[in-house]
């Protein structure tokens, strides 16, 4: 039986996680963490959900805390806190005020809870995860974030609605930066187990504006309702339940990898990994030369905006939790 602890579960991805996390069979416990100041929303927020489980018959006990030693025997820890962006922002541009909340709270998880698995989402989230990486100093398979799994799961809707077939048909990957570089894998791209580009239909598929359609899709939802929040609340639980079964599901999430695709490695990025009870295992692949250049490029972005965050944290004395 499993305690997942919610930092930035006041936050409208991690409050909506804590509800979908709560109706994972072995999940006993969800803890709310929130920063010093929000004790009453969080009270608040406990009261609301164990209304729902009540309601809906579940049994997963809720607590909060904005004590880190609170963070202790947690098996995973989910990292939700930081700023949305706006409209008109890059996820890019949230990197070095993100990166302090983000390392300030991994350096807290590191102190209380060197055990657990670091689950992030807050964006730029591949950035992010390096950041949780450096600053927690847990095993590089013990750390890793939301990548490209939510933006593999708009491709599987968009070529399910154009084929007409149950989205459950449909196997497709988004591997690299979750941002405008990430790097369709129609390679790897199955409906009912036959390779896409068996099927003859494949010719007329509008593959460029499907990914237009994917990458533009966090920011239209911004621009029209304020935050994205069930796509990526449900892409967590996913992931959550895919761990605290033990599945051995093989999701695109953003791990560090080190040689696992061609030559190119020390970057944590969008690639398909085996999602375990001990962690994330990144697994090795080939690529085709396009889809090979476009994620060395998408890689090469990634690492290079990591370093830069680095070389600020590391010029400032204090991180701000
Ligand atoms: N990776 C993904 O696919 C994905 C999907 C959705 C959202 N996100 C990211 O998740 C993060 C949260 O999004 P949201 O919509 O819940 O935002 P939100 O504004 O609703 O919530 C932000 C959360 O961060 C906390 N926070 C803000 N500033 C803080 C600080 N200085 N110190 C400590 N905590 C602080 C808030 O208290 C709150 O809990 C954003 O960075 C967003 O871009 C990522
Ligand atoms: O688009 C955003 O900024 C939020 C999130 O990364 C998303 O893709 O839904």
Redesign the pocket.
Known sequence: MVKVTII???????SYAAHAISQIPHVKEVSLF??DG?QLYLEGLSRDLRDSFAARGTNTRISWSCDEKDLRGSEIIIL??????KPDQN?LD?AVD?AR?VAGYAEKIGRNASETLLFV???P?DVMTGVALRYSNLPPHRVF??GTH?DSMRLKSCIAEFFNVHVSEVHTRIIGE?GDSMVPLWSATTIGGIQINNLPAFSHIPKDEMMERVKTSGSLIIRNKG??VYG?GDAIATIIRTIVEDEHRILTVSAFIQKEVHDIGSVCIGVPARITRGGAFPVPIKLSDDELEAFRLSTEQIREITHLVFEQLESEEIL??
């Open positions: 930035g579960a006041t936050g409208q991805v991690g929130g920063r929000n939700a806190s930081g700023a949305p962006r996820r949230l993100n909340i989402v807050s964006n989230v974030g939301l939510l979750h935050s994205t990526p701000s939790v």
